[in-house]
C-alpha cells in the first residue's frame, strides 16, 4: 500500500467518523429548524404593542436610566430585561439604516425568538438528562417548537423567552450539578438563578419549586447537601439588593 492510499483511507474514515457523530444531532437539528421557521415568519408583521412598546421606551431612556429601571412607578418588573433590552436596540439600531417599520420590528423582536428557538434545543437537553430517552427527550422538543402558545410569546418583545430559556439552562445544571457534583454546573446554576429574579419575579416560584425537588430526593442526593445549601445561600446573598 503506497502512501497515497493509507493518506486517503485515514481520510475517508476520518469523514465517516464525522458523519457517524453528527447522525444522532440530525433530528433535533431538524425540529429546531421547524421551531424556527414558525418563529420567524411573519415576527416584525404586527407593530409593536402597549407593552412592548413601553419596555423599548424605557431601555432607550439616556437620562437616569438607572433609576427609571428601578423606579416603581415607571417600571413594576425586575430591571435585567430592560438592560437587555437596552443593549439589543442599540445593537438592532446599528443596521436599522432607513428600514420600513415592519423591519425595524422584525430587528426588534428578533432578541425574543432567538432565545425561544433556543429553548427548543434546551429543553430536550433538559428532557434527555432527566428521563435518559432519546425518543421522549425528541418528542418534548416537537411538541414545544410547534405550540402557538410558544410561537406567540417568541413575537412579543418581552421578558418571557428569555425567562423560558433561563428556566431550562437552570433545570439542566441543577439536575447535573446533583448527579455528577461538578464544580462548573453548581456555578452556572448559582448565576443562572440569581439573574432570574433580575429578570422575573415568578423565578421565585421556579427556584423554590427546584429546592423542593432537592428535598424530595434527599436520600439519593444526601451528599451534595452541602453545596446546595452553600450556593441557594449565594443565590440569596446575590438578590438581596
Known amino acids: 500500500m503506497t502512501k497515497e492510499t493509507a493518506l486517503g483511507h485515514k481520510n475517508a474514515n476520518w469523514s465517516q467518523k464525522k458523519r457517524s457523530c453528527a447522525l444522532p444531532y440530525i433530528p433535533i437539528i431538524l425540529i429546531t429548524l421547524i421551531g424556527a421557521a414558525l418563529r420567524l415568519y411573519n415576527l416584525g408583521e404586527a407593530s409593536l404593542w402597549y407593552d412592548e412598546a413601553g419596555s423599548l421606551y424605557l431601555a432607550n431612556q439616556h437620562a437616569d436610566f438607572t433609576l427609571a429601571s428601578l423606579a416603581p412607578d415607571k417600571n413594576t418588573e425586575p430591571p435585567l430585561f430592560l438592560y437587555i ?128 425537588y432537592g428535598l424530595l430526593t434527599f436520600k439519593t442526593h444526601r451528599p451534595r447537601l452541602r453545596p446546595w445549601i452553600f450556593s441557594q445561600s449565594t443565590v440569596l446573598i446575590l438578590i438581596v439588593p
Request: net charge positive.
Open 85 to 212: 433590552a437596552r443593549g439589543w436596540s442599540a445593537l438592532a439600531g446599528l443596521f436599522d439604516l432607513g428600514l420600513t417599520s415592519q423591519a425595524s420590528d422584525f430587528l426588534i423582536r428578533l432578541l425574543p425568538c432567538l432565545a425561544g428557538i433556543a429553548c427548543i434545543p434546551l429543553l430536550y437537553a433538559v428532557t434527555l438528562v432527566i428521563t435518559t430517552d432519546k425518543r421522549v427527550a425528541l418528542l418534548a422538543a416537537l411538541l414545544y417548537s410547534v405550540s402557538p402558545f410558544q410561537v406567540y410569546y417568541a413575537h412579543e418583545f418581552r421578558a418571557h423567552t428569555l425567562y423560558t430559556a433561563m428556566c431550562l439552562a437552570t433545570a439542566y445544571c441543577a439536575v447535573n450539578a446533583l448527579r455528577n457534583n461538578t464544580l462548573r454546573h453548581w456555578s452556572a446554576m448559582t448565576i443562572l438563578m440569581a439573574a432570574m429574579m433580575y429578570l422575573h419575579y415568578s423565578a421565585l416560584w421556579f427556584i423554590a419549586a427546584l429546592n423542593a
